[in-house]
């Protein structure tokens, strides 16, 4: 029993976590373009370094 | 590329006007590029507008199907537009300043993702409670809910706080109040439940309410409209200084605002005319099309009489001004522009009209419950369980979610055909209509002339013709010049062309003197037919002379846009009267109107007419849906219940209208039509499912049955019924056809402008 208040910090840490991690990713504009980025996997390589170059910077 | 202009050269020129400062070294211009379909477009676009001098980097965003460009603001500005013409896509610039952060978006999102998290870490938590954990640990769980839930509250419902805290202070209500009654009550007993060892803590209840409140606030600030007035639009058509000529002959720049009637001012070929007047000098062709919708260019003389916003297409001009800018026509169209705004009945939306009745329910339910079980128990613990009960059953979550959610899956529908709807309240209102106001120029026709007989013309008249065309931008130069052939230019052109404004174009060569333009100049007085036989009034034409003899007729028309047939038809059959309303002369009104097989129709109208028009149809009865494209129908379009633009009108009519479809085709205007229909009928569904959900649980909470766990299996029940309700809009979409769609559906604009 004594364990569970452990578990539930834990899994509290992970939650916020993941909550840190969305806030990121909305912030860096990586909702900006979904459908784009589902077409941009499959660019060949050479484009890849250039595409983050021109990635808008915010 | 051969460098001359050409409609997508001349939108070019805006480039300048519509960017943005980025910082000293860069300016930012945005495009709306609606071909764009899958990442071979990407791909495509980004390696020619990269490739251009000056840019520093070009970026599509395929989802909202645009294109920013940064480029060196040390350079001139590139010419974006041709070359998405050239590689086939037809582009439009985006007005600067529309891509302003949404900062009560990004507020409302972090907002959503707290609640979130907060609601699934809870709920975690309240399972296990609900499964049976034995005291200790319950109470351990409700504390460290609690704890949770506390910077959730603070952090994701001011923003319900907030504006049921400025109702209150007006003495108001509104649906925050109930809301955040209910979410701080729900917090502060289950606050209580926990020091006291209780069994039921209403944790979860409370933030899962925010959560599921906010996603349909975000859905629904989505759809509202974007601050963004069409009149502004309108002082940029012409530039801010011109060309006064002084009396000793000299030319200075002065400010629009310093002239005065009387003056001399310059207006260039290419140039819009800055104030209304007369020409004193010059001789050129006038497009008229977006002051008064006529579709053919008129020449214009000393003595003819200009109007701001006419543009100048052949040669420069002396206009001697008859109105200060303030008096001219431009002017004229801002007020009546502003008055139609103002004038336009508030509309109030569904969604308001609902949580306008539901609001005072609401409250009073949950008093008299409480009332009640004072009355009966006497113990005022359980009264405001069971007030919190029937606050947390009742709450319009599912209500919240009917009507933002469907419009937004209507808005996506929308999209994906190339209409953007400006917001929500929009598709509500193209619900109402029984009646259609179509513009004829740009809107129901192309508004760009289209060679008409061209099987009988020989091919080396043509190519002949086409290569001459090309030196000018006369709109029929500019549809010959489509036939140009780049492989095997036509002979005898090489040497010296002149533009003779208001006539036509000259070419002097070894074969002789090759003149295209009016058959009065270009033909001698022997070779010329009899008066009339050329003066259809229903058609353009131009000829096409060796030496004064004739080699040619061109005839041309302004073609009907796809799909105006179809469109007609289709809003015919939803039994919607049609009605055409042009500033066109009458010929080709009647014409037209015959084709289509329409009844009421009223040529040589001015904006002004137009409006009145409205207005008279408006206090018949009728809700109009006004389709237009020119400035001259931007208060016509500004006065409707709802306003339909195509994606070529002037910015003036887009931003005026509340929808703008961006593909060629007029199918769009029945489809939205259809579309609102649908959505309506969802939405209606979407608040029957929502009343009878809420109204079933509702005994069931003032009894006091209603334990956490059925309120936390409620709300989420019926929110994702009403979501899964406004998703059935999607059925049959197919959004795998757009990249069936990619090979054959080129842009139509850019097969007729490149060279």
Known sequence: MSIVPYLVIISLCLGAVGLVVFLWSLKNGQYEDLDGAAERVLFDDESAPEDRRAAPRR | MSGHPTAAGLADKGILQASSVVDDSLRQTDLSVPSIRCGGCIWKIEQALNALDGVERARVNLSTKRVCVLWRADREAPPLIRTLADVGYAAHLEEPGNDTPDRTLSELIRALAVAGFATGNIMLLSVSVWSGADAAARDLFHGVSALIALPALVYSGR?????????????????????????????GLSLFETFEGGEQAY????????????????????????????????????PRVVQVVRADGHHVTRPLSSVEPGMSVLVAAGERVPVDGRVAAGLSDVDRSLVTGESAPQSAGVGSVVQAGMLNLTGPLTVTATAAEAGSFLADMVR?????EAGRPVYRRVADRATRFYAPLVHGVALASFVGWMVAAGDLHQATVVAVAVLIITCPCALGLAVPMVQVVAARRLFERGIMIKDGAVLERLTDIDAVVFDKTGTLTMGAPVLRNRQAIAPENLALAAALGAQSRHPLSRALAAFEDKESPAMPVSGHVTEHPGCGLEALSDHGRFRLG??????DAAARPTPGAFEDSDQTETVLSKDGELLEVFRFDDPLRPGAREAVGALKARGIEIHLLSGDRAGPVRRLAGDLGLDVFEAALRPRDKVAYLEGLAEAGHKVLMVGDGLNDAPALAAAQVSMAPGTAADVGRNAAGLVFLGDGLEAVPFAVALSHRADRLIRQNFLLAIVYNGAALPFAVLGFVTPLVAAVAMSLSSIAVVANALRLNAGSGRRRRHEGTKQRRPAFALETTE
Do not use: C, Q, Y
């Open chain 2, 203 to 238: 944790f979860e209840a409370s933030v899962m309410l925010l959560f599921f409140l906010l996603i349909g606030r975000t859905l629904d600030h989505l759809m509202r409209e974007k601050a963004r007035r069409a009149v502004s639009g309108l002082a940029k058509l012409v």
């Open chain 2, 336 to 340: 009546l522009m502003e008055r139609a």
């Open chain 2, 518 to 523: 009016r058959a009065a100049w270009a033909l």
């Open chain 2, 159 to 187: 923003i319900f706080f907030r504006s049921a805290a400025r109702a209150i202070r007006h003495g108001r209500t509104n649906m925050d109040v109930p809301i955040s009654i209910g979410v701080l009550l729900a917090f």
